[in-house]
């Protein structure tokens, strides 16, 4: 059974809620602020004791009506009120803390390399070869490792928007025979989303080193599949123009989230990368091919699957 006490402060703080099919309220996401009221809240108390909360649109999410008012801001007397209505542990959400991801213990930032670093010089001449340059360097904050897990390799951080680290890749700068580590975690994330302008074109690319020759507004998807937290932000963020540079070889995937894309009313553009990644091209090459690219309409996307039956 909902209760009421908790409906009633509820509407009082994000506004009038509707109810759900699952019995829940929908309310105006204080997060993404997306036009719809996608923020469902459980205001029956589930078998754990809590009153979970999920945004369908951002996928910001909590398990107590406690850590939404917290995390958006609610006025204290609100927040004492709520603490009248359902009980808390010494206002503890009891919300299981994520592990934070650190970036190896032996990582050293390639900023500022001395001459007689020469394992450090030999990391800044192998991202020369993949034209990276010290701007590159500072925006990503790349280093090396000398040892442990990662060592003789580049270490290319990916942060979320507050700052806080949600990945990083290690790439061999020798002849390992492993070229490519990473921590194994899910890539429930944003790629590169503290350097993302939400209100400017996005280009989608595969890879980081993709992403770091374009030299834009870009996101790596770090593979072929889209995460599902970038699905919903570039659908209910302001951004107009997305375009997605795939390989050819990810040419159905690509085909399926433009699919998507335009039925969110976005303007989407599929580049055609010919035999050549973006950092292959590099930045001039393929800006060129971003210029020459018109957008996609639904009478091309049907074209173009049915090209691939």
Not at 32 to 43: A, G, Q, T
Not at 186 to 215: H, Q, S, V
Not at 271 to 288: H, I, R, W, Y
């Amino acid at each position: 059974m909902t209760n009421q006490l908790l409906l009633s402060l509820t509407n009082k703080v994000l506004g009038e809620g509707k109810p759900t099919a699952r019995n829940n309220y929908a309310y105006s996401c204080p997060f993404c602020n997306h036009h719809k009221p996608k923020l469902e809240v459980n205001l029956t108390e589930n078998k754990q004791g809590y009153h979970p909360w999920h945004c369908w649109a951002c996928d910001k999410k909590g398990k107590t009506v406690l850590s939404l008012f917290n995390q958006s801001n609610t006025h204290p007397d609100f927040i004492l009120e709520l603490k009248t209505i359902v009980k808390y542990d010494s206002g503890n959400t009891n919300e299981k803390k994520e592990e934070k991801l650190k970036l190896p213990e032996d990582f050293v930032s390639l900023k500022s390399v001395p001459k007689s670093d020469i394992i450090g010089r030999h990391a800044l001449a192998y991202l020369k070869k993949r034209n990276v340059n010290i701007d590159d360097i500072l925006r990503y904050n790349i280093g090396y490792c000398t040892k442990g897990r990662y060592k003789d390799m580049v270490v290319i951080p990916s942060y979320n928007e507050d700052s806080s680290l949600n990945f990083f890749v290690g790439r061999s700068f020798n002849e390992s025979k492993i070229k490519y580590l990473n921590p194994s975690i899910t890539k429930d994330f944003i790629p590169f989303e503290n350097t993302i302008n939400w209100n400017l074109p996005i280009i989608i690319c595969e890879g980081m080193f993709d992403a770091i020759a374009i030299k834009r507004n870009v996101i790596p998807l770090l593979g072929k599949t889209f995460p599902k937290p970038l699905l919903k932000k570039l659908a209910s963020s302001q951004v107009q123009k997305i375009y997605i540079a795939l390989d050819k070889d990810a040419l159905k995937q690509s085909l399926k989230f433009c699919e998507y894309l335009l039925n969110e009313g976005k303007k989407v553009y599929l580049v055609d990368l010919d035999q050549k990644d973006p950092s292959e091209m590099g930045f001039e090459a393929f800006t060129n091919l971003v210029q020459q690219t018109t957008s996609l309409t639904f009478y091309d996307l049907m074209e173009k699957k049915i090209s691939l039956l």
